[in-house]
């Protein structure tokens, strides 16, 4: 019998009982009443026993009321790499480790190598496994100044010479090597690969490419001037998102997945200005060789060869993207062709709710080639497509198959019964501005579809009473009040949370000029910064229960005020929108806003997205800075 000190009553005896479960049970674990207490300060067989019953009660307790213990989750630890510093240190902040793949390799599950800025010449490759709840994460320290790697192997990160890794995540690098690359990521057997924030330039062969593998992400991403291939490509991949990535002047596909890939998602990317290749076959998007079952939604493809390219696979739905001019270097091009291959055709794939745009009479909108077998390309199903052909009319031949369709006699073939043929009133197609218009022929004249509950930037759909046509859907602007003043920001850009702020002056001047038009949408992601500190500042407020947002936008290259950009609202527990506006020729905006907590974007064509979070909730009134970084430069 061993003599246990301190337990001399129920109360103290229940707190050794509840230290046995985790912290989280505590609120739950109050309410429950033991039905014994130990009498002895002796542990006898009786006591033993009776705490037994005790633990069994209270697990009976908490799984009536659906606690699930969360699985533990390993300790981060934190290694660094510097280009001054030396792989004989010990990865720490102070004493950073030189190269890359020495952190790597002694990188376990749960670890995350920050990389700071600066160029390495090497490549890495990835020996160790992170877990399911614990991935090894290798990251570029300053999301604004990436790490870049400048060259020397066949590929800047890969688990080439292995049997496959898993649950690895690579953010925020920057890949330049010109000709010393073939690939920027080459990963060939490997599961649970995130490849985001990163950008690969010039890569020889293909800028991302994942052979044999599932369950993976590769989202935020620019691939642009592959020499080969494609600039982002999946073969034979299961279960995986392809979203938010640039693609743009690769020698072939922007984007696309191949040999019976499945369950993918390609949503929400831009491909444009990619190749036609020698054989005139390649596309912003592809789908090739027996690939079924995958999802593309809510994509923009502009000035390719063709749009989208979907070879002998079936069952895949391709819906609300918009597709949008032909490259000038192919004499006859379309937005969608289709073909057979290996002994097998397109059929059973669905179209839905796409913008389909030609610049030149010259193209087709849909089409097919026939390597050899015969097939009806009408065995898949079009529907509330939106049809154009600048200077056509449904009368035009604007399909090909077998023979020339116009838009009124493919419908005599039971197609598009509500599909139509109009103008879609971009707002700006010239500069590449996709967002509809308030007259847009594509307002509530999609389907509503499952698949789809927000459009290319994340607003929800629908707005109206159904699905909007193509990427977009058409949000009005919130108008406003004509009480609002031009208030100056006071911000700068060297502003620190420690800068004391004055109250700013404010003189009445004429309500600043705001585009209320539905606002175009950038074609450019970027990473959520950090929010900038925001001053404390009191003006009168507004009427009980609103309060003002107002601020600026500026160019992060040269602090010059960004006219139209684009101003969203998101309530920061739903991600719902809550208003929209734009800057006025100053760079000014200004909101008046219910009292709670929101999410701010800012973002303009060809410039990355900016993100803050402000709590009006206890503010009458704040004033944010955004900057802006061009997508250019």
């Excluded at 009976?60 to 001054?84: C, H, M, W």
């Excluded at 300053?142 to 990160?157: E, R």
Aim: glycine share 6%.
């Amino acid at each position: 019998m061993e003599k246990i000190e301190g337990i001399k009553n129920s109360k103290e005896n229940e707190g050794v009982f509840l230290n046995l479960v985790q912290s989280k049970e505590r609120d739950i674990r109050k309410k429950v009443k033991y039905p014994f207490q130990v009498i002895s300060e002796e542990i006898s067989l009786f006591s033993i026993f009776a705490s037994l019953i005790a633990i069994t009660i209270l697990s009976y307790y908490l799984n009536k009321r659906g606690f699930v213990p969360e699985k533990a989750s390993q300790a981060s630890t934190i290694y660094y790499v510097d280009t001054n510093g030396n792989d004989n240190g010990n990865g720490s902040e102070v004493s950073p480790w030189r190269t890359i793949q020495k952190a790597v390799d002694s990188a376990l599950p749960g670890s995350v190598i920050c990389v700071k800025e600066g160029e390495y010449q090497e490549g890495v490759v990835f020996k160790k496994s992170g877990t399911e709840e614990n991935y090894i994460t290798i990251k570029g320290c300053d999301t604004n100044k990436k790490p870049k790697l400048t060259g020397g192997k066949w590929f800047a990160f890969s688990d080439y010479g292995t049997s496959g890794v898993s649950h690895i995540s690579i953010e925020d690098f920057e890949i330049n090597g010109g000709d010393s690359y073939e690939f920027g990521f080459f990963f060939q057997k490997s599961n649970n690969i995130k490849i985001l924030r990163n950008k690969v330039v010039g890569a020889t062969n293909t800028g991302i490419s994942i052979t044999n593998s599932s369950g993976g992400i590769i989202s935020e991403n620019e691939i642009t001037q592959t020499k080969k291939y494609s600039g982002i490509w999946g073969d034979n991949i299961r279960n995986y998102e392809i979203s938010k990535n640039i693609t743009y002047n690769n020698n072939q596909n922007g984007l696309g997945i191949t040999h019976n890939s499945s369950n993918i998602k390609i949503i929400k990317n831009i491909s444009y200005n990619n190749s036609c290749g020698n054989d005139k076959r390649y596309a912003g998007i592809a789908i090739e060789v027996s690939s079924s079952d995958n999802l593309v939604a809510n994509n923009i493809s502009f000035e390719n060869c063709h749009s989208n390219y979907l070879t002998n696979s079936s069952a895949n739905k391709i819906i609300n993207n918009t597709f949008y001019g032909i490259d000038n270097r192919s004499d006859t091009a379309y937005q969608i062709l289709m073909g057979d291959w290996e002994n097998s055709v397109p059929e059973r794939n669905v179209f839905k709710n796409n913008i389909l745009y030609n610049t030149r009479k010259t193209d087709y909108l849909i089409g097919n080639f026939k390597a050899g077998l015969s097939y009806n390309p009408l065995n898949n199903i079009f529907e509330h497509n939106l049809y154009y052909v600048l200077d056509g009319s449904e009368n035009s031949n604007i399909i090909r198959f077998d023979q020339n369709f116009s838009f009124l006699s493919w419908r005599s073939k039971g197609l598009e019964l509500y599909g139509i043929f109009g103008d879609p009133k971009f707002l700006d197609p010239q500069n590449k501005n996709f967002k509809i218009t308030s007259n847009s022929p594509a307002i509530d004249k999609g389907e509503t579809l499952s698949e789809i509950t927000d459009d290319f930037e994340n607003t929800r759909r629908p707005q109206g009473n159904s699905h909007d046509i193509g990427s977009f859907e058409f949000f009005q602007a919130t108008i406003i009040p004509s009480s609002t003043t031009n208030i100056t920001p006071i911000l700068s850009p060297t502003l620190s949370s420690s800068t004391p702020v004055s109250t700013p002056t404010q003189s009445p001047s004429p309500k600043p000029t705001i585009n209320l038009t539905s606002t175009p949408t950038p074609v450019t992601y970027t990473p959520v910064t950090t929010p900038i500190a925001i001053p404390k500042i009191t003006p009168t407020p507004y009427n009980t229960g609103k309060a003002l947002l107002s601020g600026k936008v500026l160019s992060a290259s040269n602090n010059q005020p960004l006219s139209k950009a684009y101003i969203t609202v998101y309530h920061y527990n739903t991600k719902d929108i809550a208003a929209k506006t734009t800057t006025n020729n100053n760079g000014y905006f200004s909101l008046k806003l219910d009292r709670s907590i929101y999410t701010v974007k800012a973002s303009k064509n060809w410039y990355y997205k900016s993100y803050q979070d402000v709590n009006l909730a206890n503010n009458s009134y704040l004033n944010i800075m955004f900057y802006l970084r061009s997508f250019w430069k």
